[in-house]
Nanobody, 123 residues
Framework: VQLQAYGGGLVQAGGSLRLSCTAPRRTFSNNAVGWFRQAPGKEREFVGT????????LYADSVKGRFTISRDNARNTVTLQMNTLKPEDTAVYYC?????????????????WGQGTEVTVSS
């Protein structure tokens, strides 16, 4: 069940980072995978999600046009490409797997969570 998110780090505003999430095949199989983030002192918020077949994506308005989620089911990997980063994107980023092939923005629909990877965007 364990998900692992990695790829975080420190980047200047306007830069890019690529986060990856891996898990055992049984965790990702037939399930949507979502990305969430939590900034210090704030609630965990939805970033985006991708359906099992990779054809369906949904993004939060705050990242739309800047972030892109993709997945490689053969490698059990989901990637979050983050471009044009802003200081307000600073947070710990989590990946999570749902129990349905199509994801939503509701964190209650995600049952398996990784430990997160920290992203810091300096101004």
């Amino acid at each position: 069940v364990q998900l692992q998110a990695y790829g975080g780090g420190l980047v200047q505003a306007g830069g890019s980072l690529r986060l990856s999430c891996t898990a055992p095949r049984r965790t990702f199989s037939n399930n949507a995978v979502g990305w969430f983030r939590q900034a210090p002192g704030k609630e965990r918020e939805f970033v985006g999600t991708i359906g099992w077949k990779g054809a369906t994506t949904l993004y939060a308005d705050s990242v739309k046009g800047r972030f892109t989620i993709s997945r490689d089911n053969a490698r059990n990997t989901v990637t979050l490409q983050m471009n044009t980063l802003k200081p307000e994107d600073t947070a710990v980023y989590y990946c999570a797997s749902s129990r349905a092939p199509i994801g939503s923005g509701d964190r209650r629909d995600y049952f398996y969570w990784g430990q997160g990877t920290e992203v810091t965007v300096s101004s």
